[in-house]
């Protein structure tokens, strides 16, 4: 049986991840593809620029291709990736799918909130092993993020629960102020020690992984 989370002591009664950074590690796949880990690592950049700037949802797939191409790569290229996205080659974090059972066990209600395509989203929230309340799509939800719709879906999936009692695990520097934005606090698992964007509100924890989460939920971190 699970157990009741302590809510009480950390003030939290839900958490919301982006999937493709927090939980997984897109990087490998997208250099591997690409055959290069500069022109993988520009291919990705460009991809993400592009989505978070983009508002309402358009084909992710077509902005995959459309980013492959900006740096030099081939349709082929993000056929590939997309293809062995689907085929589940996508791989959590060494420490993510630990942390993950943690947070089972302790009884916390789960979602994610991802800037992909839905059928993309659920193969990569497969890989975690983890079962979530709810897995939102920017094809879901209507727009990428940071469009604060992209997060207010995600709380609209666990309830419409309080922005403030959701802890939002982000990815990259973006997820920062856009949850913040919208009043949710942010542990971050900066593994590329990347600065907080400017303006944005701090968050409750900048840390190089997923480790302290659990701690963090209970209220016994330090």
Not at 32 to 51: F, I, K, Q
Request: glycine share 8%.
């Amino acid at each position: 049986m699970n157990q009741v989370p302590h809510q009480g002591q950390s003030g939290f009664d839900a958490v919301a991840f982006d999937l493709l950074t927090a939980l997984i590690d897109s990087w490998s796949l997208w250099i591997e593809v690409a055959g290069e880990d500069a022109l993988g690592r520009a291919w990705r950049r460009n991809s993400l620029h592009r989505v978070t700037t983009a508002g309402a949802y358009r084909s992710y797939e077509t902005i995959v291709e459309e980013a492959a191409h900006e740096v030099g790569l081939k349709s082929s290229h993000a056929d590939e990736l997309i293809a062995r996205w689907a085929g589940g080659e996508l791989q959590p974090w060494p420490e993510a799918q630990s942390v993950l059972a943690q947070l089972a066990l302790q009884g916390w209600r789960t979602a994610v909130v991802t800037n992909c395509s839905q059928r993309l989203a659920e193969a990569a929230a497969a890989a975690t092993g983890h079962h979530f309340d709810a897995v939102i799509s920017a094809e879901r939800a209507g727009f990428y993020k940071t469009d604060p719709r992209a997060y207010q879906a995600g709380l609209a999936a666990l309830g419409r629960p309080d922005p403030s009692r959701v802890l939002f695990v982000a990815g990259s520097a973006h997820d920062v102020p856009g949850a913040g934005a919208i009043g949710m606090p942010v542990y971050w698992p900066n593994r590329f020690a990347d600065a907080v964007p400017v303006g944005a509100p701090a968050p409750v924890l900048n840390s190089p992984s997923l480790l302290d989460l659990p701690a963090l939920l209970v209220g016994n971190y330090s």
